[in-house]
């Protein structure tokens, strides 16, 4: 070994080592950045200016993790946190900094991967959205049962990446309905019920207590997701939950024999009352089975899509195409403004909803494509026509590159990019660019405060 490769090798650190660190910034996933010897030290439940004693927990070739060993000097951005499973539990990270310093985060954390990842200078960035309400938003719970090593019961949610599960009363994030659902499942559980899964071996029966709820109608469905086909006095919860919680309507099983981390299966069956629960978004109502996509924060959803809308700057004669179009919520909620919409979705059981969902709502303007990008273009392209604006909303690994040359190859005039991943936004947002649609607009969305999640909304024009 040369002597200069002992020397930085002798000035690296190791795991249990305790370090002096200053909390710089942070990371995309909410964890606090500092610098030790030129190297990045990532520390959750951390705030910029913090300074800290910080224990490393895993080295890595240019980076380290730690934690929190002693908090020397507090933050001026840090508050207490509201939430007892705070530092347990792997959803909320921005819990213990103020609402205001968490939406200058996400705003700069959108900004600099556009600029960074995207090279973009110069883009027009709008304020923030921020959401009104920091707590109670969200519309489903995805709430997963198990046993501790002495055979009780536990439920509530995830410790960061992983799968053990952090028991817990009641998430901050969810309305109160779905404690006191969770309450009486765990009594009922204690008198009358089934086994519980086992990720491992893969028997047992009881996997999630899945909820949602219609935040306009107030309507709630309670989903028991098992391994099996029946679930061990399933009739007596329903019962009890009948009782103690009016708002209920639907009482479902959904069936996941797979061994798999996926959560819903394919097969449901309702146990009691509607298959499907109703709410309101933009004017328009929309019905929610346990597999449909819908938005898990309506009110900021809403303006999210009020902000697309915006962007699309539709006049009344515009043919619009909504990618990715799911069950058609963004693009129904646009029908309204332009001479047609064109849906385009590979999921067929999402078209059907689609569908549904526009001849409900009197929408019949609307017409629905089972199929990719690709495929919707050679339909129009035969009947001789085009989009004059595109909708697009990928998952968050965002648009493959064959897809950007689709779109520009309809030539729309104006594309509306809405996104739930700012670097994969930013990467796209570069190729747009190549292909000649100019990024003109950005505003970011924060459908999910307290995480480290952020949406955002582009405006690209021709």
């Known amino acids: ?191 009358y019920g089934d086994t519980v899964y086992n990720e491992e071996t893969g028997k047992g029966v009881i996997r999630h207590l899945y909820l949602r709820r219609g935040e306009e109608t107030g309507e709630i469905m309670v989903c028991v997701v098992i391994n099996g086909d029946r679930l061990r006095d399933a009739d007596k919860l329903c019962t009890i939950l009948r009782e103690n919680v009016p708002a209920m309507t639907s009482f479902v099983l959904n069936t996941n024999k797979e061994k798999t981390n996926v959560i819903l299966g394919r097969k449901c069956r309702t146990v009691w009352g509607n298959d499907t629960i109703a709410d309101e978004l933009c004017g328009l109502r929309f019905n929610i089975s346990p597999l449909s996509f819908y938005q898990v924060n309506r009110k900021q959803a809403e303006r999210l899509y009020y902000k697309a809308a915006e962007y699309a700057n539709l006049t009344g004669r515009e043919k619009l195409m909504d990618l990715y179009c799911g069950a058609g919520t963004i693009g129904l909620s646009m029908a309204k403004n332009c001479e047609k919409l064109i849906g385009v979705e590979i999921i067929d059981a999402a078209i059907e909803n689609a569908k549904v969902n526009a001849a409900e709502n009197g929408i019949e303007n609307a017409e629905f494509i089972c199929g990719d990008a690709a495929k919707a273009a050679e339909v129009l392209a035969k009947r001789g026509e085009k989009p004059d604006v595109i909708v697009i909303d990928p998952p968050r690994k965002g648009c493959a590159a064959e897809l950007i040359d689709t779109i520009a190859n309809m030539a729309p005039e104006r594309v509306v990019y809405v996104s739930c991943d700012p670097a994969t936004l930013a990467r796209d947002l570069k190729i747009f660019d190549e292909k000649g649609y100019k990024t003109k607009k950005v505003t970011p969305v924060d459908l999910f405060p307290g995480t480290a999640h952020c949406e955002s909304v582009a405006l690209l024009e021709r």
């Not at 710089?24 to 610098?35: A, Y």
């Not at 890595?60 to 993790?65: D, L, P």
């Open 1 to 191: 070994m040369s002597k200069k490769k002992k020397i930085l090798n002798d000035s690296l650190i190791k795991k249990n080592d305790i370090i002096d660190l200053t909390i710089e910034g942070f990371s995309g996933e909410g964890s606090g950045i500092g610098r030790h010897e030129g190297m990045a030290i990532f520390v959750p439940l951390t705030a910029i200016g913090d300074k800290i004693k910080c224990r490393i927990l895993k080295v890595a070739k240019n980076y380290a993790f730690g934690k929190i060993e002693e908090l020397v000097e507090p933050s001026s951005m840090r508050t207490d946190s509201d939430c007892p499973y705070f530092e347990k539990c792997g959803g909320c990270v921005y819990r213990h900094i103020s609402y205001e310093e968490e939406q200058k985060i996400k705003f700069d954390k959108v900004k600099d991967c556009i600029e960074r990842i995207g090279g973009l200078k110069d883009i027009p960035f709008e304020p923030i959205i921020a959401a009104k309400d920091r707590c109670g938003y969200r519309n489903k719970a995805q709430i997963p049962v198990g046993l501790d090593k002495d055979g009780k019961l536990i439920m509530g949610f995830y410790a960061g990446h992983s799968h053990r599960i952090i028991d817990a009363k009641h998430c901050l994030l969810q309305p109160e309905e779905f404690g006191v659902i969770t309450d009486i499942f765990r009594e009922w559980f204690e008198n």
